[in-house]
């Protein structure tokens, strides 16, 4: 942060790892330029600390995506001071190098003495919540060890807490620096004891002891426990005119003294340093230019490589690992700017970390443009997370995997280590995590017969996936259609697999939850003579008995009720439950899905409306959408195998859905499809019967086309009652029937909540109507000083009730703000809908890599969560950037841009079912730079597309290809297809370049 030297937390794991301690956002503004690296010199004898907020002096901030650099000038005094941060890649230890340089600019030599360090190291072993609340007791844990000259590491004596049996550990944090100055290398001498530089009063304000010396002497002997320590170097000499000093410091987590002092003899290494710090750049180089992009905007070209950077860390990168596709890097978007998410990323080898559904789900939407080879495994990863009701865990971990017993353990690492050990061995015992197996493997020094990644392929083709993901709290009424998303992807690049993924057999299983939705009598109350929602999510006794028993897959519902084997269905089995479980949900107006679950749809900050009985119409939109793409792939011919459990609510939905059709009667279809809907539940509470039966195409088509109706039904009221799409509604009931465990909802009211955008969004994917973008611009939704899209209309009188977005101030966070992850799905659904002059006047005001650095004072490299719109009472703040750049806006980019650029679906069939290959780019003219755009296809291959004429792209399609193989040969093919093979060819990634002339 633009704080200090920068810095504001960092660590290892999670928060209770950190090494800096973590702090929110608000906070961090106050604490990190006193908290965070410093550097204190004394120049000819004269004290100067760079980067101090009372310096006055000209500051300058440079952000990479692999680095960030601070630099600050003190002309008087001849210095100029240039900070860069990196992490270390690729290597067995977590750590953060911090380079500090020092150059005279002065024509005169300088005597130069400084101190450059952390005033307050964690030792290892202090988590959040102690640091938070007994910061003062913990110091007498406290300890550093000096491992040598400039080295320190740092833990606590023994574990926390006041049990009987007390624990140590090997593990700890280190500090390790080194000096460079005239080529030489050396180690400086290390100071822990905060009162050796600040003095007895440690408020770190100013060294005292430091600056109070003529000429600072470290003390031969310090303090080394009962205090939170620091870690500074501190280094004497004189500099010549254009001389420079750098001091590099390593601080990280290592598994024991001697793996730090290893680490600190590399860091001395000549030129190591440097080597880290470009394998840095390298990696993120080589990472982000899977969307290398060359137009006639820079600012444009470098945002797509950051945005595509943001979204693997917030959803994960595709790797080979032994020829199969594994993912890492991804976790939840835990920050200083959103400090309430618990983030964790494992430091290990294929470093997996932890994140919710919807956000990783999302975050992966295009990756099979980038990585071909992922096929259908993330479909089938979040499908598989799907429950019996539809609904779906919260928190997403990291791919765990089983062994067939001991012997297959010890049998595989006999093959690929030389002596395994025991403990390696107890790992693979029980569910394991590979990066978590190398990573073992390399804290015990063990060698291998073969290799790291020959061990790592043997574990994931040896491995039977288990699932860990946690249910978290409530369950979204959004979730489960992403899931549309990833399965459209899949059809962009496979459509000759997509009928084969939807009617395997056995292709999914279902996520088995203790957590069940409460039937309306147990969740429906009456308070001062008004019925609300309460309680609606429960965890299950018996369930949660039951689950816990089973040694294997406890995740995964069974037959029998709970007492067989695991049930497996095919991909269209689930589809289909999800079209009887949420067309069951439709609101007694028949407009909008319910939330039914505590938990509103992506808008959290609408957190009251479950409680008024709320619905949203984004989610009846997103079942039209569903049903339309099972109406699109199903055939009558085909037959699918259902529980008859899942049979019977189906149909019966149906039935219920065509009776509406004709009485018009939705509060008695509520009632009706609402009862089917708790009777299906109570049924399959445990499991299912394990009874399937086969349902024939035209059957299942027939009840798809019913709920499809019925959804339409819905829209056409929402017009009708309201003149427009209106997102999210209160259903306030107005009569009722019994007491508590025995209401009856005879009759609601509904009221209509000011317009979101939300609403347009889904209506833009399903609705086709071409008014959409001007209902709009004329609506409250439009800021228009600003020239962007509110997440909402101004909510005025609105209840407090709906939730905390009506506490938050006009224009703030979630009310009224520019949410950019909303106003990118609403961009996006403009270019999806054919939309494109209304795209391209947007995007000038509303991509942030066009908006006006001084205003948006962040990066415009970079997203942020919102946008102040111009409600804020405020007005230096219209226009600003607020909380952390890791939200969904990356991913929706990142679609944006692919479809911009390549078109929905570069791969069809031809009327004979063969593969071809086109592009459909809907590129503005004036992103064509000299007639061309060049950018990276399937994040491989060039490719250019070439339009003289400078018009917009969506006007233009393709007259011929060049291609270009690997082994230099050029072939040129008239027309707007490429037909097999060499379609095949350029899905394979076989095609080194193509350049595309654009009629």
């Given at each position: 942060?633009n704080?200090?030297?920068?810095?504001?937390?960092?660590?290892?794991?999670?928060?209770?790892?950190?090494?800096m301690?973590f702090?929110?956002?608000?906070?961090?503004?106050?604490?990190?330029a006193l908290?965070?690296?410093?550097?204190?010199?004394k120049?000819?004898?004269?004290?100067?600390?760079?980067?101090?907020?009372?310096?006055?002096?000209?500051?300058?901030?440079?952000?990479?995506?692999?680095?960030?650099?601070?630099?600050?000038?003190?002309?008087r005094?001849?210095?100029?001071?240039e900070v860069?941060?990196?992490?270390v890649?690729?290597?067995?230890?977590?750590?953060?190098?911090?380079?500090?340089?020092?150059t005279?600019?002065?024509?005169r030599?300088?005597?130069?003495?400084?101190?450059?360090?952390?005033?307050?190291?964690l030792?290892c072993?202090l988590?959040?919540g102690?640091?938070k609340?007994?910061?003062?007791?913990i110091?007498?844990?406290?300890?550093?060890?000096r491992?040598?000259?400039?080295?320190?590491f740092?833990?606590?004596?023994?574990?926390?807490?006041?049990?009987?049996?007390v624990?140590?550990?090997?593990?700890?944090?280190?500090?390790?620096?080194t000096?460079?100055?005239?080529?030489?290398?050396?180690?400086?001498?290390?100071?822990?004891?905060?009162k050796?530089?600040?003095?007895?009063?440690?408020?770190?304000?100013?060294?005292?002891?430091?600056?109070?010396?003529?000429?600072?002497?470290?003390?031969?002997?310090e303090?080394?426990?009962?205090?939170?320590p620091?870690?500074?170097?501190?280094?004497?000499?004189?500099?010549?005119?254009?001389?420079?000093?750098e001091?590099s410091?390593?601080?990280g987590?290592?598994?024991?003294?001697?793996?730090?002092?290893t680490?600190?003899?590399?860091?001395?290494?000549?030129?190591?340093?440097?080597?880290?710090?470009?394998?840095?750049?390298?990696l993120?180089?080589?990472?982000?230019g899977?969307t290398?992009?060359?137009?006639?905007?820079?600012?444009f070209?470098?945002?797509?490589?950051q945005?595509?950077?943001?979204?693997?860390?917030?959803?994960?990168?595709?790797?080979?690992?032994?020829?199969r596709?594994f993912?890492?890097?991804?976790?939840?978007?835990?920050?200083?700017?959103r400090?309430?998410n618990?983030?964790?990323t494992v430091p290990?080898?294929?470093?997996?970390?932890?994140?919710?559904?919807?956000?990783?789900c999302?975050?992966?939407r295009?990756?099979n443009?980038?990585?071909?080879?992922?096929g259908?495994?993330?479909?089938?990863?979040?499908?598989?997370?799907?429950?019996?009701?539809g609904?779906?865990?919260?928190?997403?971990?990291?791919?765990?995997l089983?062994?067939k017993?001991?012997?297959?353990?010890?049998?595989?690492?006999?093959?690929?280590?030389?002596?395994?050990s025991a403990?390696?061995?107890?790992?693979?015992?029980?569910?394991?995590?590979?990066?978590?197996?190398?990573?073992?493997?390399?804290?015990?020094?063990?060698?291998?017969r073969?290799?790291?990644?020959?061990l790592?392929?043997a574990?994931?083709?040896?491995?039977?996936?288990?699932?860990?993901?946690?249910?978290?709290?409530?369950?979204?009424?959004?979730?489960?259609?992403?899931?549309?998303?990833?399965?459209?992807?899949?059809?962009?690049?496979q459509?000759?697999?997509?009928?084969?993924?939807?009617?395997?057999?056995?292709?999914c299983?279902?996520?088995d939850n203790?957590?069940?939705?409460?039937p309306?009598?147990?969740?429906v109350?009456?308070?001062?003579g008004?019925l609300?929602?309460?309680?609606?999510?429960?965890?299950?006794?018996?369930?949660?008995?039951g689950?816990?028993?089973?040694p294997?897959?406890?995740?995964?519902?069974?037959?029998?009720?709970?007492r067989?084997?695991?049930?497996?269905s095919?991909?269209?089995?689930k589809?289909?439950c999800?079209?009887?479980?949420?067309?069951a949900?439709l609101?007694?107006?028949?407009?909008?899905?319910?939330m039914?679950?505590?938990?509103p749809?992506?808008c959290?900050?609408?957190?009251?409306?479950?409680g008024?009985?709320?619905?949203?119409?984004s989610?009846?939109?997103?079942?039209?959408?569903?049903?339309?793409?099972?109406?699109?792939?199903l055939?009558?011919?085909d037959r699918?195998?259902?529980a008859?459990e899942?049979?019977?609510?189906?149909?019966?939905?149906?039935?219920?859905?065509?009776r509406?059709a004709?009485t018009?009667?939705?509060?008695?279809?509520?009632?009706?499809?609402?009862?089917?809907k708790?009777?299906?539940?109570?049924?399959?509470?445990?499991?299912?019967?394990?009874?399937?039966v086969?349902?024939?195409?035209?059957?299942?088509l027939?009840a798809?086309?019913?709920?499809?109706?019925r959804?339409?039904l819905?829209?056409?009221?929402?017009?009708?009652?309201?003149?427009t799409?209106?997102?999210?509604f209160m259903?306030e009931?107005t009569?009722?029937?019994?007491?508590?465990?025995?209401?009856?909802i005879?009759?609601f009211r509904?009221?209509s909540?000011?317009?979101?955008l939300?609403?347009?969004?889904?209506?833009?994917?399903t609705?086709?109507?071409?008014?959409?973008?001007?209902?709009?611009r004329s609506s409250?939704?439009?800021?228009?000083?600003?020239?962007?899209?509110?997440v909402?209309?101004?909510?005025?009188?609105?209840?407090?009730e709906?939730?905390?977005a009506?506490?938050?101030?006009?224009?703030?966070?979630?009310?009224?703000?520019?949410?950019?992850?909303?106003?990118?799905?609403?961009?996006?659904e403009?270019?999806?809908a054919?939309?494109?002059?209304?795209?391209?006047?947007?995007l000038?005001?509303?991509?942030?890599?066009?908006l006006?650095p001084?205003?948006?004072?962040?990066?415009?490299l970079?997203n942020?969560?919102f946008?102040?719109?111009?409600?804020y009472?405020?007005?230096?703040?219209h226009g600003?950037?607020?909380v952390a750049?890791?939200t969904?806006?990356?991913?929706?980019?990142?679609?944006?841009?692919?479809r911009?650029?390549?078109?929905?679906?570069?791969?069809?069939?031809?009327?004979?079912?063969?593969l071809?290959?086109?592009?459909?780019?809907?590129?503005?003219?004036?992103l064509?730079?000299?007639?061309?755009?060049?950018?990276?296809?399937?994040?491989?291959m060039?490719?250019?597309l070439l339009?003289?004429?400078?018009?917009?792209?969506?006007?233009?399609?393709?007259?011929?290809?060049?291609?270009?193989?690997?082994?230099?040969?050029?072939?040129?093919l008239?027309?707007?297809?490429?037909?097999?093979?060499?379609?095949?060819?350029?899905?394979?990634r076989?095609v080194?370049?193509?350049?595309?002339d654009?009629a």
């Amino acid at each position: 942060m633009n704080r200090g030297q920068g810095i504001a937390s960092f660590g290892v794991l999670d928060k209770d790892g950190a090494i800096m301690e973590f702090q929110p956002a608000n906070k961090a503004y106050r604490s990190t330029a006193l908290l965070g690296f410093r550097t204190f010199l004394k120049v000819n004898g004269t004290p100067w600390e760079p980067f101090a907020p009372s310096t006055g002096l000209p500051s300058a901030m440079r952000i990479a995506p692999h680095e960030f650099r601070i630099n600050e000038r003190h002309p008087r005094l001849g210095l100029a001071v240039e900070v860069a941060y990196f992490t270390v890649p690729q290597e067995g230890f977590p750590s953060l190098v911090r380079s500090v340089r020092i150059t005279n600019t002065s024509r005169r030599r300088v005597a130069l003495e400084m101190l450059d360090g952390l005033p307050a190291l964690l030792p290892c072993g202090l988590d959040n919540g102690v640091m938070k609340t007994m910061s003062n007791l913990i110091e007498a844990w406290c300890g550093v060890e000096r491992l040598e000259r400039g080295v320190e590491f740092y833990k606590t004596r023994t574990a926390l807490g006041d049990s009987t049996e007390v624990g140590t550990f090997r593990r700890g944090h280190f500090y390790a620096a080194t000096l460079t100055h005239r080529g030489r290398i050396s180690r400086p001498i290390t100071l822990v004891c905060p009162k050796t530089v600040f003095g007895p009063v440690t408020g770190f304000q100013t060294p005292q002891a430091y600056w109070a010396a003529a000429r600072f002497t470290p003390p031969a002997r310090e303090p080394r426990e009962g205090f939170i320590p620091c870690a500074f170097a501190h280094a004497a000499l004189r500099l010549a005119p254009g001389e420079t000093v750098e001091i590099s410091s390593v601080i990280g987590r290592a598994e024991s003294p001697a793996a730090v002092r290893t680490i600190a003899r590399r860091a001395r290494r000549r030129g190591q340093v440097a080597q880290w710090r470009e394998a840095n750049r390298a990696l993120v180089a080589d990472l982000t230019g899977r969307t290398a992009t060359a137009s006639a905007s820079p600012a444009f070209d470098l945002y797509t490589r950051q945005n595509f950077l943001d979204n693997v860390m917030r959803g994960g990168l595709a790797i080979d690992v032994a020829g199969r596709p594994f993912y890492v890097y991804f976790r939840a978007h835990g920050d200083t700017e959103r400090e309430y998410n618990d983030f964790k990323t494992v430091p290990s080898f294929l470093a997996e970390g932890n994140g919710n559904y919807r956000d990783i789900c999302q975050n992966r939407r295009c990756d099979n443009y980038f990585h071909p080879g992922i096929g259908a495994m993330n479909i089938l990863r979040f499908m598989d997370l799907i429950q019996l009701d539809g609904f779906n865990p919260l928190v997403v971990r990291a791919r765990y995997l089983r062994l067939k017993g001991h012997a297959a353990a010890r049998a595989l690492l006999a093959r690929h280590l030389r002596r395994p050990s025991a403990a390696v061995a107890a790992l693979l015992a029980k569910p394991f995590v590979v990066g978590a197996v190398l990573t073992r493997i390399q804290d015990e020094g063990l060698a291998y017969r073969t290799t790291r990644e020959a061990l790592a392929g043997a574990l994931l083709e040896a491995g039977l996936p288990v699932e860990e993901s946690v249910h978290g709290q409530g369950y979204w009424t959004d979730h489960w259609f992403y899931n549309l998303d990833l399965l459209e992807s899949f059809e962009g690049i496979q459509p000759e697999a997509v009928r084969d993924l939807l009617l395997r057999p056995g292709a999914c299983t279902w996520y088995d939850n203790a957590h069940v939705v409460a039937p309306r009598r147990d969740k429906v109350v009456e308070k001062a003579g008004r019925l609300w929602q309460a309680d609606a999510v429960r965890e299950d006794p018996e369930k949660r008995a039951g689950i816990a028993a089973r040694p294997v897959d406890p995740r995964l519902v069974r037959t029998r009720f709970g007492r067989g084997g695991v049930y497996r269905s095919s991909l269209a089995a689930k589809l289909l439950c999800l079209v009887a479980t949420k067309g069951a949900s439709l609101d007694a107006a028949g407009i909008g899905l319910e939330m039914e679950s505590e938990k509103p749809d992506w808008c959290d900050a609408l957190n009251g409306l479950p409680g008024r009985f709320g619905s949203s119409l984004s989610e009846t939109l997103e079942l039209k959408r569903l049903c339309g793409w099972l109406l699109a792939h199903l055939v009558p011919g085909d037959r699918v195998m259902l529980a008859v459990e899942i049979r019977d609510c189906l149909l019966g939905v149906a039935r219920e859905s065509r009776r509406v059709a004709r009485t018009r009667d939705t509060h008695e279809c509520w009632e009706r499809t609402t009862t089917l809907k708790e009777a299906y539940r109570a049924r399959t509470r445990l499991g299912v019967s394990g009874r399937e039966v086969a349902v024939d195409g035209a059957t299942a088509l027939a009840a798809v086309r019913a709920v499809l109706a019925r959804c339409d039904l819905g829209v056409a009221r929402c017009l009708k009652r309201y003149g427009t799409y209106v997102t999210y509604f209160m259903n306030e009931p107005t009569r009722w029937t019994g007491k508590a465990g025995d209401i009856r909802i005879r009759a609601f009211r509904q009221v209509s909540l000011p317009l979101y955008l939300e609403g347009f969004v889904h209506a833009l994917r399903t609705e086709g109507d071409a008014r959409i973008p001007a209902m709009v611009r004329s609506s409250g939704l439009y800021d228009r000083k600003l020239g962007m899209y509110r997440v909402n209309a101004p909510l005025g009188k609105t209840s407090h009730e709906i939730g905390r977005a009506k506490t938050f101030p006009r224009g703030w966070l979630e009310n009224e703000s520019i949410w950019t992850h909303m106003e990118y799905k609403y961009l996006l659904e403009l270019l999806r809908a054919g939309r494109y002059a209304d795209l391209s006047r947007d995007l000038k005001t509303a991509l942030v890599p066009f908006l006006d650095p001084a205003v948006y004072r962040r990066s415009i490299l970079e997203n942020c969560s919102f946008i102040v719109g111009s409600g804020y009472p405020d007005p230096d703040r219209h226009g600003r950037g607020f909380v952390a750049r890791l939200t969904g806006a990356s991913a929706e980019f990142i679609d944006l841009w692919v479809r911009m650029t390549s078109g929905k679906n570069p791969f069809t069939l031809d009327a004979a079912g063969r593969l071809r290959f086109g592009l459909t780019p809907a590129l503005p003219g004036w992103l064509f730079k000299d007639g061309a755009f060049t950018f990276r296809f399937l994040g491989a291959m060039d490719v250019t597309l070439l339009n003289p004429s400078g018009r917009d792209a969506w006007h233009l399609a393709p007259r011929s290809y060049r291609l270009i193989t690997p082994d230099g040969r050029e072939t040129i093919l008239p027309g707007p297809f490429l037909p097999e093979p060499w379609a095949g060819q350029v899905r394979d990634r076989q095609v080194t370049a193509l350049e595309v002339d654009l009629a």
